[in-house]
Antibody, heavy 118, light 108 residues
Framework: QLVQSGAEVKKPGESLQISCKGS????????IGWVRQMPGKGLEWMGIVYPGDSDTIYSPPFKGQVTISADKSTSTAYLKWSSLKASDTAMFYCMRQGADSDDGFDVWGQGTMVIVSS | EILLTQSPATLSVSPGERATLSCRASQSVASSLAWYQQKPGQAPRLLIYVTSTRATGIPARFSGSGSGTEFTLTISSLQSEDSAVYFCQQYKNWPSVTFGQGTRLEIK
């Protein structure tokens, strides 16, 4: 399973890192992705990281806006902002890519709500 | 970027009837398409991958079909617990993926 860190309330300009801890499988063998879901909206793919070697790929709209990383020693993936904006307010989910690229995202975290407000 | 358009935006169907949800891609994704179900307050759940393969534990009343640019998720014999938003996702150029905007399924 994937267990995400708790909800956050932050001010614009603050930094934030949320986490996603895997268990029950070999964390370093599976890609972990992140999606954003703004209130009442659909799913936006942000990027993906391979914990085995930290290879990271970003969706163009999110490149430079967030940092995705993983620590295989603690089976944890991270999503980090250096300077939050009000428009970052959303629910964020991590998910595991199945063993093959054809397998879809087969395990999801419970989500982390981030609220950015002055 | 491959865009996915889902229709209808909202679908209202009676229990026991069949629901048909559509997903159209802006260019061919071959069979690289998945479907997810998201209930209120929950994370999405994988239903179908590679167009028509059910994920582990998904009931047989959920089925997927299509290829290229036109895809369908069919839910036969609807039950109340099927009320949710359904998203399609393409991964033709994995790891770059995109999601459709979702179809809200209401059970009358």
């Amino acid at each position: 399973q994937l267990v995400q860190s708790g909800a956050e309330v932050k001010k614009p300009g603050e930094s934030l890192q949320i986490s996603c801890k895997g268990s029950g499988y070999i964390f370093s063998d599976y890609w972990i992705g992140w999606v954003r879901q703004m209130p009442g909206k659909g799913l936006e793919w942000m990027g993906i990281v391979y914990p085995g070697d930290s290879d990271t790929i970003y969706s163009p709209p999110f490149k430079g806006q967030v940092t995705i990383s993983a620590d295989k020693s603690t089976s944890t993936a991270y999503l980090k902002w250096s300077s939050l904006k009000a428009s970052d307010t959303a629910m964020f989910y991590c998910m595991r890519q199945g063993a093959d690229s054809d397998d879809g995202f087969d395990v999801w975290g419970q989500g982390t709500m981030v609220i950015v407000s002055s | 970027e491959i865009l996915l358009t889902q229709s209808p935006a909202t679908l209202s169907v009676s229990p026991g009837e069949r629901a048909t949800l559509s997903c159209r891609a802006s260019q061919s994704v071959a069979s690289s398409l998945a479907w997810y179900q998201q209930k209120p307050g929950q994370a999405p759940r994988l239903l179908i991958y590679v167009t028509s393969t059910r994920a582990t534990g998904i009931p047989a009343r959920f089925s997927g079909s299509g290829s290229g640019t036109e895809f369908t998720l069919t839910i036969s014999s609807l039950q109340s617990e099927d009320s949710a938003v359904y998203f399609c996702q393409q991964y033709k150029n994995w790891p770059s993926v995109t999601f459709g905007q979702g179809t809200r399924l209401e059970i009358k």
